[in-house]
């Protein structure tokens, strides 16, 4: 009789315990160590004295000014005047404020040529502000012209040569007002010349300096249907641009935030997903450039909603194909979304690929309110890492806005849609002050989060992350954009045990930028594939290089390049350490 | 989440005087899969509409941990096995209202709803709600992977009518829609007053009993009959406390104040009544008092 009740006793004083267990496990995973590599924030003394100001909204909107208007801050990579040193574009969005345009002066310091070159005034009030700018050399002259999208009219600027920018915005034939937070470059159906999609947040009917009413918000918090259409620009070839989403079978008005295209299904197509906020993502097959078919739910990335702020794809396992990460929101005790590492299930492929979500079990689920994310070989050693920002308000350090919004959040449409019933912010954090995430890939199916062992240490609300190698010696340097907070540059110090390649690429029957076209490395029995992308994470791009690291290998045994043309390029064992410039072959 | 219906059985079976019909016994108490049966119904409607796919191996998880659970627990501590339909309901409870991006807290929970049935007695009776006690539990201990459900089922309008219609004709055929009823007007009206002292308005201090997944607690986890009180005025009694607990924790600005207030006033409604009882009857302790 006794033992009946012993037993149960002392199952359940087990059972409680557990979550103290697994928590004492998760720590004891995260060893401290040697990671070959280390970050030092340098923006300063580089020469980069950059601030970032949210805008000022309808004043209807003030109760929750910091919530609405808390995103804008923007970083691209982009070597503007092809002097072989890659440049920084970051937006501002205070209205009025001045965009800016890092030089890379090659001596490891840069300086503000916006002003220059025409591409600092560009938040004129009545006219919206940026939220983000994409690069790429759409009409193939060899210089890169850039996007800049906004919370208002996007603006299109063509590159005269790397000394100055035209605005052809009227010319291009792009619509009058978007409140977009998203747009890539890519060659949707491979005729050379680079095509163009744009993501609506908000409808695009929303002035949010001049609003009618305040019913504009989403009507739900994770199925919103609500928000800004799809765009995608048929670049016509003569600086026209033709607007072709539905007709291709792009139909959403969803809440996008992030885009990136790839061709997932080696068909020689990118195929497009895009993360939404307020909902599932989506994920558009390409039919050999003829339309679009979203199969969210087929391959599995469709349904579970979350709050989708990044988009970037990366070859996590060296198994040749990609994996799409996808970040949201987790709020210790509040929201634990956590965020999705999409991976191709084994044995699918083709039309039939499916994904299935193992942020969890590769140790890359928990960052917070998550923003922008960047896979990239941090360390050289062969793999891809992740780094992570993270952060959404950063006010009173002690009071949180959460129960009032987690308040609001889950009522009825007709509640929720309506700011007007959001409780104010009043000077109270929402997830702020956090911790970034640099994820170094073991290899062996594992993440580990090293950024406070490599020098990542910032607590400032993170936006949109670009990683390039800024002195062209084969370390991956970070830049991070923070809303209301500073540019940040992390140099990147890198064992010199490891070895690196980079491949400068240039197309010729294919888009100049090179965009879509995959090169896939064998080394050392191992084999990784990158593709040349026109945008990735949040609201960020990349540098427009591949960079490969190669941990000690002696040699590559062979690359292999994928034109976007068709064109199949080999290269036997190219040198290492060093940035090979590759032309397409005609 | 153990629902009302099942313990209600005896006192409906007692008010059916005439024959019913084959419907009418269908949606009887005397039909214990009934609680399982509209439960799921109602998972598979947010299934369908809004497919939760990949929630569901989670489900699926608790569900099982629950019945194996109540099985070895019921065996051991009874000697046989119990009917199932209440873990059942335990499980499915837990699987719908957490959260996790893993796995493991969804077989936890449902372990620690089943096990505290067993543990947590006073003369024969279990305060607490399982599965209330056991989201509660996992929301203090494992707040870094675990959370409740508030808005999984979207915001709009007819599933919030789904959960409406069969929770109204649950509550109602085992006779405890005044419970729902009390709450709900007290929820309403402390909405009004904490509208009033935030300054937030009505609109946004009565949000979040609009939402779907806020019902099932109101429909189903401040009814069971097993962790509430008996007389049908200290029913409605409680479910005004619950009402208070919840706004004075809400103004605390506690996000998980609904799963708090039922945890703070629920044992102590029923203790107060153990006392009040054995203070004329002593109540004779069985192996058979343990619930199913």
Known sequence: ?586 | MTPGITANATAVADSAKSKPSALARFFSIENRYLPPMLITLILLVGQVSFGLLESFPRTVLAISTSLIVESILSRLVMGKFVNLASAYISGISVGILCRSPEYWPFALCAAISITSKYVIRWRGRHLWNPSNFAICAMLILAPDVFTTLSIQWGNTFWPMMVVWVVGCLITWRVDRIHITGVYVASFVFFALLRGFITGHGFLAEVAPITGPMYQLFIFFMITDPKTTVRTKKGQCLVAFLIAIAEMILRLAQNIHAPYYALAIVGPLAIATEIWWTSRNKPVVLTRQSIPA
């Open chain 1, 1 to 586: 009789m006794r033992i009946r009740k012993i037993i149960p006793t002392a199952l359940f004083i087990v059972l409680l315990c557990v979550p103290l267990a697994m928590r004492r496990l998760s720590a004891h995973r995260q060893e401290t160590g040697s990671y070959g590599m280390s970050f030092r924030e340098s923006a300063r003394e580089s020469g980069i004295d950059f601030k970032h100001a949210s805008p000022h909204l309808d004043r209807k909107l003030d109760h929750i000014m910091q919530q609405v208007a808390s995103m804008g801050a923007a970083v691209s990579i982009v070597d503007f005047d092809k002097d072989g040193f890659d440049d920084i574009y970051v937006t501002n969005s205070g209205e009025g404020s001045k965009n800016a345009l890092y030089r890379n002066q090659g001596d490891g310091t840069f300086r503000d040529v916006a002003e220059e070159v025409g591409l600092a005034d560009v938040n004129q009030p009545g006219t919206g502000v940026s939220t983000g700018a994409v690069w790429g050399d759409y009409d193939n002259d060899g210089y890169e012209d850039v996007l800049i999208y906004k919370w208002g009219k996007p603006e299109l600027y063509h590159n005269d040569g790397g000394k100055h920018f035209t605005r052809v915005t009227e010319q291009a034939g792009l619509p009058g007002w978007v409140n977009a937070n998203t747009a890539i470059w890519l060659d949707y159906d491979n005729d050379g010349k680079l095509d163009l999609f744009l993501g609506g947040y908000y409808p695009e009917g929303v002035d949010l300096w001049h609003l009618k009413d305040t019913k504009m918000m989403p009507d739900s918090f994770e199925y919103a249907n609500n928000g800004g259409r799809k765009y995608l620009f048929h670049n016509l070839g003569n600086g026209k641009f033709e607007e072709v989403s539905e007709k291709l079978g792009i139909h959403s008005n969803r809440w996008a935030l992030a885009a990136v295209a790839a061709d997932l299904r080696g068909t020689g197509y990118p195929d497009l997903f895009i993360a939404n906020d307020y909902g599932v993502s989506e994920l558009y097959f390409n039919d050999q450039g003829h339309g679009f078919r979203e199969v969210g739910k087929q391959t599995g990335v469709g349904y579970a909603p979350k709050s989708g702020m990044t988009a970037a794809v990366g070859d996590v396992l060296n198994q040749g194909n990609f994996g799409i990460y996808v970040s949201n929101i987790s709020e210790e005790g509040v929201l634990v979304q956590g965020n999705n590492l999409w991976m191709p299930k084994a044995g699918t492929s083709g039309d039939g690929l499916k994904y299935e979500n193992l942020a969890n079990a590769m140790g890359v689920e928990l960052g917070g309110w998550s923003f922008g994310a960047q896979f990239g070989d941090l360390n050289n050693d062969g793999l891809m890492d992740l780094y992570v920002v993270n952060g959404n308000v950063s006010l009173d350090r002690n009071r949180t806005y959460w129960y009032d919004y987690s308040k609001v959040a889950g009522g009825n449409a007709a509640i929720i849609s309506d700011a007007a019933n959001w409780p104010p912010l009043n000077g109270r954090s929402l997830s702020g002050y956090q911790q970034k995430r640099v994820w170094i890939n073991d290899g062996a199916g594992q993440f580990r989060e090293v950024s406070q062992f490599v020098g990542v240490t910032d607590v400032y609300d993170g936006r949109s992350i670009a990683l390039a190698d800024f002195d062209n010696n084969g370390a991956l340097d970070a830049v991070v954009a923070n809303q209301n907070g500073p540019l940040l540059l992390y140099k990147n110090t890198v064992s010199p045990a490891n070895q690196w390649v980079e491949f400068e690429l240039k197309g010729t029957r294919s888009n100049r930028s090179a965009i879509g076209t995959q090169v896939t490395l064998y080394w050392n029995g191992q084999r990784q594939i990158q593709e040349v992308s026109g945008g990735s994470g949040f609201c960020a791009q990349n540098q427009r290089r591949l960079h490969f690291g190669l941990g000690k290998a002696t040699q590559v045994d062979r690359v292999e390049i994928r034109w976007p043309s068709g064109k199949i390029q080999n290269l036997s064992a190219p040198a290492l350490n060093q940035i090979h410039k590759i032309e397409e072959p005609s």
